[in-house]
């Protein structure tokens, strides 16, 4: 099993930035994809970024030139660096990673509102 803690999330001003963390735990081998994902309310659940264990990163269109993913290896833990806030990027943020199996982290809510 695979445990994944999300940090970071909270309400931010338009303009403002956050950055989300998640550390995953337990029986870790070999992480490989790591990644976030948002669901608004009343929408699907949609790719943010994600990162290969070599550093690959892609980004959805949305997104592109204002967040940042990151990983460190060592701490097994992913991160995504958010600048330049919308409202429309207020969701709910899920991590997501690949051992073997597919895990997701429990959620964390970002609100972009004045």
């Known amino acids: 099993q695979v445990q994944l803690v999300e940090s970071g999330g909270g309400l931010v001003q338009p303009g403002g930035s956050l950055r989300l963390s998640c550390a995953a735990s337990g029986s870790i081998f070999r992480l490989n994809g790591m990644g976030w994902y948002r669901q608004a309310p009343g929408k699907q659940r949609e790719l943010v970024a994600g990162i290969t264990r070599g550093g690959r990163t892609n980004y959805s269109e949305p997104v592109k030139g204002r967040f940042t993913i990151s990983r460190d290896n060592a701490k097994n833990t992913v991160y995504l660096q958010m600048n330049s806030l919308k409202p429309e990027d207020s969701a709910v943020y899920y991590c997501?990673?690949?051992?073997?199996?597919?895990?997701w982290g429990q959620g964390t809510q970002v609100t972009v509102s004045s």
């Open positions: 997501h990673v690949v051992v073997g199996l597919h895990y």
